[in-house]
């Protein structure tokens, strides 16, 4: 029999969730809460192991076993990275799309959202991953950073788009009150929740 640790499953339910999310978003139809009738409760069970799995790998982050920066914050400096690198695709993404968005990229999931701003917080999150590399991940090379970068941005757009249409398909316009003006906590995680097991798995596999 193949025995399984408990980072093997935990490892693989991340995998799971992180692909069948992506494949959720791009399925033409998408059954609703009412149709699923009785099986309902694995949509809420669903949702409950997505945040919890995803937003894991930033203690993962932390805490892993791979090599870390210089000095005796190295855990911190990998979340640091992730942060600002995600933080900077959001950026880009808002300050190119909205001076230079001309070109929808899905109307009926984000009508906001333009090939310009997604290329603009590409740029920059690529940027910023390669600015940052070698001050807080020396183990780190620059083109293993650019390629990551390249990665954190695209999981970071996609979970923005995931974020969208769940808001489309539950017929809200924000996922909660509790940060006014900002459309819910949600809002400010989706980017992150989709890019973290791409920092979380890619230092793991770039650093040994």
Not at 100 to 119: D, F, N, Q
Not at 123 to 144: K, M, N, Q, Y
Not at 192 to 205: H, I, K, Q
Request: net charge positive; hydrophobic share 50%; aromatic share 10%.
């Amino acid at each position: 029999a193949l025995a399984l640790g408990p980072r093997a499953v935990v490892n693989a339910l991340t995998a799971l969730f992180w692909f069948a999310s992506i494949l959720w978003l791009f399925s033409p139809r998408v059954p609703s809460e009412r149709k699923l009738g009785p099986w309902a409760w694995v949509l809420h069970l669903g949702g409950a192991l997505f945040l919890g799995l995803f937003l894991a790998c930033l203690g993962r982050l932390e805490g892993g076993p791979w090599p870390g920066g210089p000095g005796p914050q190295g855990g911190s400096a990998r979340v640091f990275y992730a942060l600002v690198v995600v933080w900077a695709c959001d950026t880009g993404a808002y300050v190119c799309g909205s001076l230079l968005g001309r070109r929808r990229m899905w109307p009926a999931v984000s009508p906001r959202k333009t090939w310009e701003g997604a290329i603009g917080g590409t740029v920059l999150a690529v940027a910023a991953a390669i600015l940052l590399a070698r001050p807080l991940l020396s183990g780190l090379s620059l083109p293993a950073a650019g390629f990551l970068g390249l990665l954190a941005a695209a999981a970071a757009q996609i979970g923005d788009l995931f974020e969208s249409r769940l808001k489309r398909k539950a017929g809200v316009k924000d996922s909660g009150t509790f940060l006014p003006g900002h459309g819910g906590v949600l809002d400010r995680l989706d980017s992150l929740l989709f890019a973290a097991p791409v920092f979380s798995y890619g230092l793991n596999l770039l650093l040994g």
